[in-house]
């Protein structure tokens, strides 16, 4: 039944109303369903396909009806292989059975056809037709990525407008609290060398060389692929464009809603002033007091303290021993404890809270008035949008691109973000006055070049921390001495009488020591000395965790245009985004750096005490500090930066990026903090249309 001027959803649920109300009499031979949104942005023969298919195989079938899809309001004047888009269309679908039924069928066929035309075809083979027609959800601020350096911005953003603010990752929730730190949990705190294997399972390698060495051992009556076949097609999300001696195989991304900061150490030192820390203003006095400001703004969104460790005999005993170790290193450059974004928890001073996404935008995701949680199993358009000053995270939902075109004044600018529900390979289009790509250094670089926008330096000037690592027990005499060491004499004391078997003084709920060794002069890396868990440096069951500690000496890579990341247009990774794949040498000037660097680690090893065996002092696989670095930096050229000191893109209008990635220098000391600083100062430009 044709009904004229059936043009929109509201005029359709009247209709269907109208025949429920008058089922009990009459028999609703022709349901009228109105896909004008199918009309209005596709074309007539998708749509004719689309709607046949899935009416057929929707629709319920009474005794002795037939289904029958019929065109109105506009009609195929031109045939089936009509290419132009229609005026509103209007399927009918006769005798499809009792009124009762009509409604729900309307809504159920309506929703598989919506999903039929957005998974029709791969995104990529998408014309620009038919991204617009894709379903839409709309915000003030969208953010790709919810780790840490993401959600600082976030909360700026939040705290100082009021914008609504959608941030989407492809990892999904992990915690109660979206973002919280896995390492929160009571056992992990109790115990920290078991959550090794959590981080193990959280990180994905990044690019991975085609391992092309047989099996000896194999069965004989196996299926073998011949040699010369490996690395001809793709495997175990092998790179076969990845040459070894080029790659970071440490280099990871954690999918995961928070992110990194999901598993992450927590450590947040400032830079060194002149060795470290990049520019933003040419006036010193100016550089530093913008530095200052932004650095104190992040240490207290992310909670840094110096302190939360200091009462532990473990901690002061090494800080001791290293600042007898290094007597002549001049203030502020001593051995002092490390700072980290971290709180010991007020109903528990055993256990402490480390900082995350959950932490970072704290009463913004707990609070249900300011916030929601969208599971990747919800429909992703039943709130196509985001209330002001509210702010929503969608999980298990990747973007796939930025969709530019040209603005008004000349510049680029994103039309719209295209993003898929993973789970349900569903695909929908973000709408936003401001675009943040916030996926982590590597990623973030991903998404420009997939989006088309690739700037020179896009990719280039990568740094990363080269590692030397080792592990010891201390020394007898330090251990013994803190049994006749007055300071501790009263909790050595208690212990053993708790514990009359237990021969180490050290109490069973002692903390960990957590110091640091900051970066100066003629000593251009960073030095971490405590105890916490990694994806490396695994205990052997028989030593003592209290015994041992942790040493981290991080280098200094210069940021070079040669080293780099590349993003293939043939390739791609395990989301189907494009492969990135590692151009990276360190430079000879860096290498004699990176020698004495081991060289007074190991002389640091020998004044604390033995080798752990297992543990000897050896460089890292490249990558493996996770603290990449350049590929989408700030600066005032674009020939030589990505970003502008304000972290947009150059050329563009509201594309920006967060991130270690936008680094313009060469760091030693852990990243986060300056990356979460240049993030507080992109913020002000994020949110400056909403205030």
Same mark, same amino acid.
């Given at each position: 039944?044709?009904?004229?001027?059936?043009?929109?959803?509201?005029?359709?649920?009247?209709?269907?109303?109208?025949?429920?109300?008058?089922?009990?009499?009459?028999?609703?031979?022709?349901?009228?369903?109105?896909?004008?949104?199918?009309?209005?942005?596709?074309?007539?023969?998708?749509?004719?396909?689309?709607?046949?298919?899935?009416?057929?195989?929707?629709?319920?079938?009474?005794?002795?009806?037939?289904?029958?899809?019929?065109?109105?309001?506009?009609?195929?004047?031109?045939?089936?292989?009509?290419?132009?888009?229609?005026?509103?269309?209007?399927?009918?679908?006769?005798?499809?059975?009792?009124?009762?039924?009509?409604?729900?069928?309307?809504?159920?066929?309506?929703?598989?056809?919506?999903?039929?035309?957005?998974?029709?075809?791969?995104?990529?083979?998408?014309?620009?037709?038919?991204?617009?027609?894709?379903?839409?959800?709309?915000?003030?601020?969208?953010?790709?990525?919810?780790?840490?350096?993401?959600?600082?911005?976030?909360?700026?953003?939040?705290?100082?407008?009021?914008?609504?603010?959608?941030?989407?990752?492809?990892?999904?929730?992990?915690?109660?609290?979206?973002?919280?730190?896995?390492?929160?949990?009571?056992?992990?705190?109790?115990?920290?060398?078991?959550? *090794?294997?959590?981080?193990?399972?959280?990180?994905?390698?990044?690019?991975?060389?085609?391992?092309?060495?047989?099996?000896?051992?194999?069965?004989?009556?196996?299926?073998?692929?011949?040699?010369?076949?490996?690395?001809?097609?793709?495997?175990?999300?092998?790179?076969?464009? =990845?040459?070894? %001696?080029?790659?970071?195989?440490?280099?990871?991304?954690?999918? *995961?809603?928070?992110?990194?900061?999901? %598993?992450?150490?927590?450590?947040?030192?400032?830079?060194?002033?002149?060795?470290?820390?990049?520019?933003?203003?040419?006036?010193?006095?100016?550089?530093?007091?913008?530095?200052?400001?932004?650095?104190?703004?992040?240490?207290?969104?992310?909670?840094?303290?110096?302190?939360?460790?200091?009462?532990?005999?473990?901690?002061?005993?090494?800080?001791?021993?290293?600042?007898?170790?290094?007597?002549?290193?001049?203030?502020?450059?001593?051995?002092?404890?490390?700072?980290?974004?971290?709180?010991?928890?007020?109903?528990?001073?055993?256990?402490?809270?480390?900082?995350?996404?959950?932490?970072?935008?704290?009463?913004?995701?707990?609070?249900?008035?300011?916030?929601?949680?969208?599971?990747?199993?919800?429909?992703?358009?039943?709130?196509?949008?985001?209330?002001?000053?509210?702010?929503?995270?969608?999980?298990?939902?990747?973007?796939?691109?930025?969709?530019?075109?040209?603005?008004?004044?000349?510049?680029?600018?994103?039309?719209?973000?295209?993003?898929?529900?993973?789970?349900?390979?569903?695909?929908?289009?973000?709408?936003?006055?401001?675009?943040?790509?916030?996926?982590?250094?590597?990623?973030?670089? =991903?998404?420009?070049?997939?989006?088309?926008?690739?700037?020179?330096?896009?990719?280039?000037?990568?740094?990363?921390?080269?590692?030397?690592?080792? =592990?010891?027990?201390?020394?007898?005499?330090?251990?013994?001495?803190?049994?006749?060491?007055?300071? %501790?004499?009263?909790?050595?004391?208690?212990?053993? =009488?708790?514990?009359?078997?237990?021969?180490?003084?050290?109490?069973?709920?002692?903390?960990?020591?957590?110091?640091?060794?900051?970066?100066?002069?003629?000593?251009?890396?960073?030095?971490?000395?405590?105890?916490?868990?990694?994806?490396?440096?695994?205990?052997?069951?028989?030593?003592?965790?209290?015994?041992?500690?942790?040493?981290?000496?991080?280098?200094?890579?210069?940021?070079?245009?040669?080293?780099?990341?590349?993003?293939?247009?043939?390739?791609?990774?395990?989301?189907?985004?494009?492969?990135?794949?590692?151009?990276?040498?360190?430079?000879?000037?860096?290498?004699?750096?990176?020698?004495?660097?081991?060289?007074?680690?190991?002389?640091?090893?020998?004044?604390?005490?033995?080798?752990?065996?297992?543990?000897?002092?050896?460089?890292?696989?490249?990558?493996?500090?996770? %603290?990449?670095?350049?590929?989408?930096?700030?600066?005032?050229?674009?020939?030589?930066?990505?970003?502008?000191?304000?972290?947009?893109?150059?050329?563009?209008?509201?594309?920006?990026?967060?991130?270690?990635?936008?680094?313009?220098?060469?760091?030693?000391?852990?990243?986060?903090?300056?990356?979460?600083?240049?993030?507080?100062?992109?913020?002000?430009?994020?949110?400056?249309?909403?205030?």
């Amino acid at each position: 039944r044709r009904v004229p001027g059936a043009t929109s959803d509201a005029h359709l649920r009247r209709e269907s109303r109208l025949g429920a109300a008058d089922a009990s009499a009459v028999e609703f031979r022709g349901l009228v369903l109105v896909f004008w949104t199918l009309a209005r942005r596709h074309s007539s023969r998708e749509a004719w396909r689309c709607c046949q298919r899935h009416v057929d195989q929707r629709a319920p079938r009474g005794e002795g009806s037939r289904t029958k899809a019929v065109v109105a309001g506009g009609g195929f004047a031109k045939g089936p292989a009509t290419r132009s888009r229609l005026a509103p269309l209007t399927i009918a679908t006769m005798n499809l059975g009792r009124a009762a039924q009509a409604h729900a069928v309307m809504a159920a066929t309506r929703r598989t056809l919506v999903r039929g035309i957005t998974s029709m075809k791969s995104f990529k083979r998408m014309s620009l037709s038919e991204l617009e027609a894709l379903p839409e959800v709309r915000t003030d601020i969208f953010i790709a990525g919810t780790g840490p350096v993401g959600a600082t911005l976030a909360r700026k953003v939040l705290e100082t407008t009021k914008a609504s603010v959608l941030m989407v990752d492809p990892g999904a929730q992990l915690s109660a609290v979206p973002g919280a730190h896995l390492k929160n949990s009571a056992y992990y705190q109790c115990n920290v060398d078991p959550f *090794a294997s959590v981080i193990r399972g959280h990180m994905h390698p990044l690019s991975v060389s085609v391992d092309k060495a047989p099996t000896p051992t194999l069965g004989p009556g196996a299926f073998r692929v011949p040699q010369e076949s490996l690395g001809q097609y793709r495997r175990k999300n092998q790179n076969p464009d =990845q040459k070894d %001696h080029e790659n970071l195989p440490g280099a990871a991304a954690t999918y *995961a809603i928070g992110g990194m900061a999901t %598993h992450w150490t927590a450590s947040c030192p400032r830079p060194h002033p002149s060795i470290e820390r990049p520019p933003l203003m040419e006036n010193k006095d100016d550089n530093d007091k913008e530095w200052d400001k932004l650095f104190t703004e992040a240490e207290s969104i992310f909670g840094v303290t110096q302190d939360a460790f200091d009462t532990s005999i473990r901690h002061q005993t090494v800080k001791t021993l290293l600042n007898g170790i290094y007597p002549d290193l001049p203030e502020p450059y001593k051995p002092q404890s490390l700072p980290l974004a971290v709180k010991r928890r007020g109903d528990n001073k055993q256990f402490v809270e480390w900082a995350s996404t959950a932490t970072i935008l704290n009463t913004w995701l707990t609070d249900s008035q300011a916030c929601t949680i969208t599971s990747a199993n919800e429909d992703v358009v039943a709130a196509p949008w985001v209330a002001p000053g509210k702010l929503t995270i969608r999980e298990q939902t990747i973007c796939r691109k930025f969709v530019m075109k040209e603005g008004k004044d000349g510049r680029m600018e994103v039309h719209f973000a295209v993003v898929e529900n993973l789970l349900h390979k569903k695909l929908f289009k973000v709408k936003a006055k401001q675009y943040v790509a916030a996926c982590g250094t590597v990623l973030s670089a =991903q998404l420009l070049h997939a989006s088309g926008v690739r700037p020179p330096a896009l990719g280039h000037y990568l740094s990363e921390q080269p590692m030397a690592f080792c =592990q010891i027990v201390l020394d007898d005499h330090v251990v013994r001495s803190v049994q006749d060491d007055p300071v %501790h004499a009263d909790r050595v004391s208690a212990h053993q =009488q708790d514990n009359p078997n237990d021969v180490i003084p050290f109490p069973t709920d002692d903390y960990e020591p957590q110091c640091w060794i900051p970066v100066s002069e003629g000593r251009e890396w960073h030095c971490q000395v405590h105890r916490d868990a990694f994806a490396y440096g695994d205990l052997p069951p028989n030593v003592d965790p209290r015994l041992i500690v942790d040493l981290r000496w991080f280098g200094v890579v210069t940021q070079r245009k040669e080293n780099r990341v590349e993003f293939s247009d043939d390739v791609e990774d395990v989301f189907g985004m494009p492969q990135p794949t590692f151009k990276f040498e360190i430079e000879g000037c860096n290498r004699d750096v990176l020698q004495r660097m081991m060289q007074d680690m190991m002389h640091c090893a020998g004044k604390m005490g033995s080798i752990l065996p297992g543990s000897e002092p050896q460089f890292m696989p490249p990558g493996l500090a996770l %603290h990449i670095h350049g590929v989408t930096r700030i600066g005032t050229d674009p020939q030589t930066s990505v970003l502008d000191l304000d972290s947009k893109v150059h050329g563009t209008a509201n594309l920006f990026v967060a991130g270690l990635g936008t680094i313009p220098s060469n760091l030693a000391c852990n990243p986060t903090l300056t990356a979460a600083a240049i993030a507080i100062r992109a913020a002000e430009e994020v949110g400056k249309p909403f205030r």
